[in-house]
T-cell receptor, first 111, second 116 residues
Framework: GQNIDQPTEMTATEGAIVQINCTYQTSGFNGLFWYQQHAGEAPTFLSYNVLDGLEEKGRFSSFLSRSKGYSYLLLKELQMKDSASYLCAGSPSYNTDKLIFGTGTRLQVFP | GAVVSQHPSRVICKSGTSVKIECRSLDFQATTMFWYRQFPKQSLMLMATSNEGSKATYEQGVEKDKFLINHASLTLSTLTVTSAHPEDSSFYIC????????????FGEGSWLTVV
């Protein structure tokens, strides 16, 4: 199978740091994506990790460990506008254009 | 700007009718596009892979005759929901891998379908 698991909901305070974890079955995936999705809108691309390690992009960073089947998205200096769903998605090695999505994590940022 | 465009963004149709949703790649050719469906408060579920010039590949549990996919050109894929029912009401999104735009996968704006 190609299950991708994320926590369903998280809450955090404005200005804080939050880490959203994603675990997946190690076989068959070639790269992990993170997308942000506000309610009623299409997902927007945040990051893509194909190699192990941390990728930093402004307030957002994403980490991947292929051997452990583990990724996380780190959001720093949280803002109210960061309240959204965060989707972890794997790209199967048999078709790297395809995305298999996790359940998504709904993050709510409080003042 | 958007690299993948969908139309219409919102559509309401009567139960039993058919509705077509278009997905266009802008400024690049996409031999493969993907169609997803998303119910409220749920994640995206892949419905099918749209292949230019050949039949679409459907995911398990997706009815081929109900969700017709046509990929007639390298920049356009269409999804037609036939004999729509209220349970088909959902958010439909397409995606394509960009070429020369960071090589990432981009989504269209999505199409809200409401069947009444």
């Amino acid at each position: 199978g190609q299950n991708i698991d994320q926590p369903t909901e998280m809450t955090a305070t404005e200005g804080a740091i939050v880490q959203i974890n994603c675990t997946y079955q190690t076989s068959g995936f070639n790269g992990l994506f993170w997308y942000q999705q506000h309610a009623g809108e299409a997902p927007t691309f945040l990051s893509y990790n194909v190699l192990d390690g941390l990728e930093e992009k402004g307030r957002f960073s994403s980490f991947l460990s292929r051997s452990k089947g583990y990724s996380y998205l780190l959001l720093k200096e949280l803002q109210m506008k960061d309240s959204a769903s965060y989707l972890c998605a794997g790209s199967p090695s048999y078709n790297t254009d395809k995305l298999i999505f996790g359940t998504g994590t709904r993050l709510q940022v409080f003042p | 700007g958007a690299v993948v465009s969908q139309h219409p963004s919102r559509v309401i149709c009567k139960s039993g009718t058919s509705v077509k949703i278009e997905c266009r790649s802008l400024d690049f050719q996409a031999t493969t596009m993907f169609w997803y469906r998303q119910f409220p408060k749920q994640s995206l579920m892949l419905m099918a892979t749209s292949n230019e010039g050949s039949k679409a590949t459907y995911e398990q549990g997706v009815e081929k005759d109900k969700f017709l996919i046509n990929h007639a050109s390298l920049t356009l894929s269409t999804l037609t929901v036939t004999s729509a029912h209220p349970e088909d009401s959902s958010f439909y999104i397409c995606s394509a891998r960009g070429q020369g735009v960071g090589n990432t996968i981009y989504f269209g704006e999505g199409s809200w379908l409401t069947v009444v």
